[in-house]
């Protein structure tokens, strides 16, 4: 199937912990981004690659740090989980105006 | 940069009525505007978009329109049924930035 997929789909957690959440499109898609959706359901991007260049890094903690080893996949990596990282993570590409949304990554930090 | 602003945040229907989101861009350059729509626990998947070169779209119970000079558009959903209650963005786009900006969200729920 042509898709963004996330894993995992469910992360839980202790504060403190480093914990890393995994993106890959096969939609041929140039640019991916990072999404942190809280708990009143706003969408907030955090980062944008395009062809495995960052392009947009939106005021988040260096705590976060986005990888994209390929245009194909851009990983999110968390250092030093704090309970207020809580929320789900959205992956999403796009190959032009429309964004494709991954599944979510629910985060929870005890 | 852009601001969306949606209204209202929440929405309640009868099961049947007609449903009207509207939202609100300050940068005039945007020229794509798409409506997701996420129900709960998934992912927010595009239910319709415009371009500002049209004024109106409509795909079966659900149209958007779109006036640029008061830069404003909004999504219509006609004959609502349970199957339509979501949480539904609006954005705009930033050309310069290749982006979106998303609105606040609003939950609509229709009443059976």
């Known amino acids: 199937d042509t898709a963004v997929s996330q894993t995992p789909k469910y992360l839980v957690t202790q504060m403190g912990n480093d914990k890393s959440i995994k993106c890959e499109q096969n939609l041929g898609h140039d640019t991916m981004y990072w999404y942190k959706q809280d708990s009143k359901k706003f969408l907030k991007i955090m980062f944008s690659y395009n062809n495995k260049e960052l392009i947009i890094n939106e005021t988040v903690p260096n705590r976060f740090s986005p990888k994209s080893p390929d245009k194909a996949h851009l990983n999110l990596h968390i250092n030093s989980l704090e309970l207020g990282d809580s929320a789900v993570y959205f992956c999403a590409s796009s190959g032009g105006d429309e964004q494709f949304f991954g599944p979510g990554t629910r985060l929870t930090v005890l | 940069g852009e601001n969306v602003e949606q209204h209202p945040s929440t929405l309640s229907v009868q099961e049947g009525d007609s449903a009207v989101i509207k939202c609100t861009y300050s940068?005039?350059?945007?020229?794509?505007f798409p409506w997701y729509k996420q129900e709960l626990g998934k992912r927010p998947q595009l239910i319709i978009d415009i371009r500002s070169n049209v004024g109106e779209k409509k795909d079966q119970r659900i149209a958007v329109t779109l006036n640029k000079t008061a830069k404003h558009f909004s999504l219509h959903i006609t004959e609502t049924q349970p199957e339509d209650s979501a949480v539904y963005f609006c954005a705009a786009s930033i050309r310069s930035r290749s982006r979106l900006a998303f609105g606040k969200g609003n939950q609509v729920v229709v009443i059976p």
């Open positions: 940068d005039s350059a945007s020229n794509y």
